[in-house]
């Protein structure tokens, strides 16, 4: 199965919609009026379908097992046809079109063998995604024009001594969301990191390094003092996500918040620590520069 570990989990929907096709009015009212021989047909084919949904992971191999939290199966009868409609929800890392899809099958197929001994001609018309929400494809952020800095803040790395990991692995993030971006290396020090929030001219200043509880992890204080607004809720993003992939991400003074209309953000130094930050809250923290502008879009 595809590796979904560094995804954020967020509300998913998908309706998914099938047609059963009958060949004569009488099949469609004997299903109104429940004389099937083999029973209801709209409640023997909701429970198929409930059943269905729930075990799409046992039957299509690279299906993610997900928590599902709703199924809604309706029916809508058009002329000699049957519009199977489901709708599932869950609050997941990855989506339930699938889902969604196998849920219209096994309804769509549970009619059909309610319906053969009554009706020979009858068929499974079109199954189709409707329509699905939630991940990546709800939530488009564009990130064209904007610029960053990404700062290195180590004593031992701004010697020459050790090599910069985690300041590559944020600017490769931003680079694949089109963020023009700079690189500075510098020691821990209050006042190197406030010259370079006082001039920088990016968009956006990414520090990393820092952030941690030794006497020499200055970055955090320097910039909360200087912060015109804290943006706690990054904070807390970055650090639940970080406290769910490893137990030591609690003692991370991950620092988020604007300044003179720039987004400022103190990263771990260490190259997964600030991977997993960036997965936490990129790209959706671009969007408060949608609000910044008072283009706020809900």
């Known amino acids: 199965m595809v590796d979904i570990t560094h995804k954020i989990t967020s509300l998913r929907e998908a309706t998914a919609i099938a047609i059963v096709k009958t060949s004569s009015e009488e099949t469609i009212k ?32 690279d299906c993610h097992p997900l928590p599902i939290e709703y199924t809604g199966i309706s029916y809508e009868i058009n002329g000699l046809e049957v519009k199977i409609s489901v709708t599932v929800k869950t609050i997941y890392k990855t989506g339930v079109e699938v889902e969604a899809m196998h849920g219209a099958s096994i309804v769509a197929l549970t009619m ?40 290195v803040c180590s004593d031992t790395i701004s010697k020459g001594v050790g090599e910069d990991k985690a300041g590559k692995v944020i600017m490769e993030k931003l680079n694949e969301l089109g963020v023009k971006v700079e690189k500075r290396i510098i020691p821990d020090e209050t006042d190197i990191i406030t010259n370079i929030l ?3 001219q990016a968009n956006m200043i990414i520090f990393t390094g820092g952030t941690g509880v030794g006497p020499r992890d200055v970055t955090p204080d320097t910039i909360e003092a200087l912060l015109d607004i804290q943006l706690k809720g990054v904070e807390e993003q970055m650090r639940d996500y970080g406290q ?13 918040g604007i300044r003179n209309g720039k987004v400022i953000l103190a990263l771990p130094g260490s190259t997964k620590g600030a991977a997993e930050c960036m997965d936490a809250i990129f790209p959706h923290i671009l969007h408060v520069f949608k609000v910044i502008e008072g283009k706020r879009h809900d």
Do not use: C, H, W
Request: charged share 25%; glycine share 8%; aromatic share 4%.
């Open 244 to 256: 769910q992939r490893m137990p030591y991400a609690m003692l991370s003074r991950s620092v988020a």
């Open 30 to 61: 004997r299903i109104q009026e429940n004389t099937v021989p083999k029973g209801n047909v709209f409640e023997m084919a909701k429970a198929a379908g409930l059943l269905g949904v729930k075990k799409t992971p046992e039957l299509l191999p």
């Open 112 to 151: 059909y063998d309610m319906l053969k001994p009554i009706d020979k001609n009858v068929e499974i018309g079109s199954i189709r995604l409707e329509n699905k929400r939630g991940g990546k494809s709800s939530f488009k952020i564009d990130a064209e024009g904007l610029t960053a800095q990404v700062v």
């Open 198 to 200: 006082n001039e920088s």
